[in-house]
């Protein structure tokens, strides 16, 4: 653990090599106006789409969500990539530390 205040600051020598000629580069981060959109898909996405359902199962007093996402991408050297992808997990209410996947998928708690 290092410790550096203002008032007693410290140096920190990490093994290495010098480099004969300046080792820069540009690390600035561009922050765009608050009112900037941003492209958030691909332009290679050919089709996207997805559903998100909640039920509470009152017999049981459990929630469950099931989520499905699935998508397709023609890539510019011509191969095609599909990704889908479903989920459910369920919570009891009078035990949260119990969760419960389904399908094939993984949770943890």
Known sequence: MIHSVPSASCLVKLPGKYHDIPVDFDDTIEVLPVDTAIETTSRYNQSSNGTWETIHEHSEDEAIV?????????LPHGAVMEW?????????????????????????D
Do not use: K, Q, W
């Open 84 to 108: 889908a992808s479903e989920t459910e997990a369920a919570v009891l209410a009078n035990d949260p530390h119990y969760i419960a996947c389904r399908a094939g998928n993984r949770c943890r």
């Open 66 to 74: 099931r989520t499905s996402e699935a998508s397709r991408f023609d």
